[in-house]
């Protein structure tokens, strides 16, 4: 017997973008004349890429293209990328929420879906009443649903309000009881979307251990988005890296993280305007270039034992504008691993120019990380200009990434992963103490 629990062929998933997105009546007539000439849906040959960074000139847009991968029994399947990049529709469809344009998709056993928050439930009935209708819903007997009751109720921590309408629920109890129905009442695949997210940090850790659990014990799949990658890394043994609709690569949880985090930013080391994505926009300064430099040449690439230089460029839009520039480096799953904005350090020679009200022109910020201080890693770096009362912030996050590459400086003949985020060069001292 077969031991794949999921396959997709040539999955693609078209939407009409407008008010009416499912098109219109002599749209609809085409597609039917198509059909009954036995042609191909005349609109499947028209739309663009899904990039929502940039405006396009076709009203069709393919939120998933040609997408083929399958997930085998037991597996921990992550599945990440930007916002748009696909990966809810792609759940979506998976989990017959949607039907695709074009391609097929085989599913083996019962599937329960997480997509959002009350997925699956109904607003006037009680906890109670939606743990049993979800398990009528996964084909599961009352007997059935009985003998693993306490344990959903217990692990949802809201047996006080069980017997209350889940329309009183906060969104963090509903998914604590939507994640529990989900986890105890045994599919065989189970698909958690970033809903997660809602619950606080001890029920995320509780989940990621429950998901653990069910897979490695009862050999369940799971396919599990998320943008936090430090829990895709612990939690999915293969993971897919999906871009505007498109499956751009599949294979180990490590290095697909790492291709993500990097993607697009590696360029030789230097980013500048329209290229910085600025998320959030400040009215005293704007961003101009971000760019890496060692041994004086801009580079994405740095032996471990070389300084890192962190060159920020940028403009005061309005004279006497006080703005500190800020630095957030983030290690290749995604942990922000040191946070510094000039002036925060004690230093031998403070930057002359701290706190000071600026005139308009464009500045250059210069940060410096020492040699043999960094792991051999990727990293991520965002950039910030905070104002003096840091309530109108520009905020640019993943301009840039840079590797750090050991060339046996530190390590010597030992030929395995250095363990920690950071690895710097400490002094040690050893002192006889006589015969023991």
């Known amino acids: 017997m077969s031991d794949i629990a999921i396959k997709v062929e040539g999955l693609s998933k078209q939407y009409r973008l407008g008010e009416i997105g499912t098109g219109t009546i002599s749209h609809d007539l085409n597609r039917w004349w198509a059909r009954m000439r036995g042609k191909e849906d005349p609109f499947a040959r028209v739309g663009e890429v899904n990039d929502r960074t940039s405006k396009g000139n076709s009203d069709y847009v393919w939120s998933l293209r040609d997408v083929d991968f399958e997930v085998k029994q037991g597996e921990v399947l992550g599945i990440v990328g930007r916002n748009g990049a696909g990966k809810s529709t792609l759940l979506k469809v ?99 979307d970033e809903v997660l997210a809602v619950g606080d940090a001890e029920f995320q850790k509780k989940c990621l251990g429950r998901m653990g659990d069910v897979s490695r014990n009862d050999g369940r799949t799971i396919l599990f988005v998320s943008h936090n990658m430090a829990a895709v890394s612990n939690l999915c043994t293969s993971s897919i890296f999906m871009r505007n609709g498109s499956l751009q690569s599949m294979g180990p949880t490590d290095r697909i993280i790492e291709e993500y985090i990097a993607y697009g930013k590696f360029n030789v080391g230097e980013v500048t305007t329209p290229d910085i994505v600025v998320t959030k926009r400040c009215s005293s300064a704007s961003f101009h270039a971000v760019r890496i430099v060692a041994n004086g040449e801009i580079t994405s690439s740095i032996d471990i034992s070389h300084e890192v230089t962190i060159e920020m460029e940028y403009d005061i839009l309005r004279d006497q504008a006080v703005v500190f520039p800020s630095i957030h480096l983030l290690d290749n799953i995604g942990t922000c691993i040191l946070t510094t904005f000039n002036g925060t350090s004690a230093v031998t020679q403070p930057d002359p120019l701290f706190g000071r009200p600026l005139k308009k022109g464009r500045y250059k910020s210069v940060l410096i990380i020492p040699g043999s201080f960094l792991n051999d890693k990727t990293y991520t770096i965002s950039v910030f200009l905070v104002p003096e009362d840091a309530t109108d912030m520009g905020v640019a996050e993943d301009v840039i990434s840079f590797s750090i590459t050991d060339t046996g400086e530190m390590r010597k003949e030992y030929g395995g992963d250095w363990w920690g985020l950071i690895r710097p060069k400490m002094a040690w001292h050893t002192t006889f103490l006589g015969a023991s």
Do not use: C, Q, W
């Open 94 to 192: 998976l989990s017959k929420v949607t039907t695709p344009t074009t391609g097929r998709v085989k599913i083996k056993g019962r599937m329960a879906a997480l997509l959002e928050v009350g997925t699956g439930f109904h607003p006037e009935l009680t906890g109670r009443e939606n743990i049993f209708l979800n398990g009528a819903i996964l084909g599961m007997t009352k007997t059935e649903i009985r003998s693993k009751f306490d344990e959903i109720v217990d692990f949802s921590g809201v047996e006080r309000y069980i017997d209350t309408p889940v329309k009183r629920y906060s969104s963090g109890m509903y998914v604590r009881l939507a994640f529990a129905v989900s986890a105890f009442l045994e599919p065989e695949i189970l698909i958690v």
